[in-house]
């Protein structure tokens, strides 16, 4: 496994999860549950950004990890 797709499956894995967050927020009456989630979404985010930067900057060092 190339250390492109391995970057792919960890941005799927997760903007899964920060989705998964996302909706449990939404779902729950419980306050502090909702915020709880609320919070593990925007680390999720976060964490999804600074993947998609380590993408991108693979992509420039090594083309061949490019998606066609």
């Not at 419980?30 to 930067?53: C, H, I, M, R, V």
Request: net charge negative; hydrophobic share 35%; glycine share 4%.
């Amino acid at each position: 496994m190339t250390v492109g797709t391995q970057i792919q499956q960890a941005i799927a894995t997760v903007q899964s999860a920060a989705a998964s967050m996302k909706t449990f927020a939404l779902e729950t009456q419980d306050q502090e549950a909702k915020q709880t989630f609320e919070q593990l979404a925007q680390t999720f985010d976060s964490a999804l950004t600074d993947l998609q930067g380590r993408e991108q900057y693979i992509q420039g060092q090594e083309p061949q990890y490019k998606q066609q």
